[in-house]
């Protein structure tokens, strides 16, 4: 089975090598970290691994989360006590919808990419009231990436803070894999940077990186961090072996940009559906959901996992096949799943009483 579905993008979950690094970091330090950061679970990878990912992005600090979810929810909760207001992309992940929630401040939420709709809600507030901007840096079902540089100017000239969330932009975008953020954007434009370790980095866990002051006040009252257990030391190891690779290894990047730049001119070719996307999360909008769940048991007999998202996950009349390209895919399995693509929509043009 062909996985075009998952997030690995960097082809490094399955390396030996970090298999290796995280077996040898369980013998040294155990199979679990026995308690949380903050009682006597922060072992040294898990400093050595903080240390890498602040200096990758660019960060006075980075502080290590047991999951992405986790990170998300940890920030906003500790970030916007008091009379905070929100201000969050429509269209970013359900885990930092969820984190303004919990932390019970006032959200709004403006139009996908739109700077216009959200200087228009900046602009009904004073700026004497503390606001928080919200969005992910690539959005996970479209494939599309914020406009950093214009959330960052627009957050300046408003005292506005901003937050981006850039958990598939990690590993992938950026000219040292550093994401759309990264180094290009300091935290004085960018206060709150969170990324993942589970997709290009090929591990597991989350970090949030930013000054000393934002991850000081984490550390004391971000309560997903406070309140369980270490990531395994092993998967700390892991990671850090992969961001060796990362840095060693940029053939991995190029020859995913690759992937990306060849599947979207033959998908075009094809008159295959395409969203614009430039990153490794390439979606087909197929509108209705019966179809993209027909097309996608119809590649899954094929041999091709393939995401059929549909609503709630999107909006009505959106429903579409999510692929993601890896730099692990060979050029084969990429031409047999736009193969098969093409054979599905000659089939829905010769039999268009089938689509409801």
Known sequence: ???????????????????????EGARRHGAGAGASHLVSGHFGPHHALEERLAALTGR??????????????????????????VYQDRLNHASLLDGAKLAGAR???????????????????????????VSDGVFSMDGDIADIAGLADLCQRHAAWLMIDDA??????????????????????????????????????????????????LTQFARPYIYTTAQPPGIACATLRALE???TEPERRIRLHGHIAYWRSQATA?????MPSPTPIQPLLLGDSERAMRWGRA??????????????????????????LSAAHERQAIDDLLAALGELAMADAVAPERQS
């Open 107 to 133: 959200a709004r939420r403006f139009h996908h990419r739109d700077l216009d709709d959200l200087e228009r809600l900046l602009s009904r507030t004073s700026d004497d009231t503390p606001r928080l901007v």
């Open 299 to 324: 590649l899954r007999e094929r041999g091709f996992l393939v995401g059929a998202i549909r609503e709630p996950s999107v909006p009505h009349g959106q429903a579409r096949l999510r692929i993601t």
């Open 245 to 247: 690779l990362l840095e």
């Open 60 to 85: 006075p600090r980075a502080l290590l989360f047991s999951t992405g979810y986790m990170a998300n929810l940890g920030a906003l909760t500790a970030l916007c006590a008091g009379n905070v207001q």
């Open 168 to 217: 598939h932009g990690l590993g992938v975008l950026g000219e040292h894999g550093d994401g759309c953020v990264g180094r290009r954007f300091s935290s004085e434009r960018v206060p709150v940077l969170i990324g993942t370790l589970g997709k290009a980095l090929g591990s597991s866990g989350a970090f949030v990186a930013g000054d000393e002051q934002v991850i000081d006040t």
């Open 270 to 274: 094809l008159g295959l559906p395409l």
């Open 1 to 23: 089975m062909h996985d075009f579905a998952g997030n690995d993008y960097l082809g490094m979950a399955r390396d030996p090598r970090l298999a290796e690094a995280q077996a």
